[in-house]
């Protein structure tokens, strides 16, 4: 489904079933956005599970210096499940990427180390 979804966005729904040649690019660049949109996923997803609790993120921001605490943590849940299943999957985070309300100002961005920092800039073009 992803895949279909993928080229639908590329080619403007004109069909679901390949990419035309002209759209190479475009989808290039989509594959490789979403491939460091997993990337910064997987920062959070420390045990590999596919989720990120309240917990997980809570270790992750202290571990990297960010002042937060456990209601701030919950409000980044609540407001970023989509699903509503009480954890970050990838589809939530994949879609807070998107949100046009989600500003290039809030989005995480890697420190030397790697964690994501929710106040700096993700260096992901669209």
Do not use: C
Not at 10 to 39: M, S
Not at 78 to 87: L, N
Not at 109 to 120: D, Q, R, V, W, Y
């Amino acid at each position: 489904d992803a895949v279909k979804e993928m080229i639908n966005r590329v080619n403007g729904g004109k069909n679901d079933e390949f990419i035309a040649a002209e759209d190479y690019d475009k989808a290039q660049t989509l594959l490789t956005r979403r491939k460091k949109i997993y990337e910064a996923f997987k920062v959070w997803d420390k045990n590999g599970d596919g989720e990120v609790d309240a917990r997980d993120l809570y270790n992750s921001l202290k571990a990297q210096g960010d002042s937060v605490t456990m209601e701030e943590v919950q409000e980044i849940i609540d407001e970023t499940d989509f699903d509503k299943d009480g954890v970050i999957n990838f589809g939530d985070f994949n879609r807070a990427m998107d949100r046009p309300s989600f500003t290039a100002a809030d989005r995480p961005s890697f420190s030397e180390e790697g964690a994501p920092h929710l106040n700096e800039r993700l260096s992901i073009s669209t």
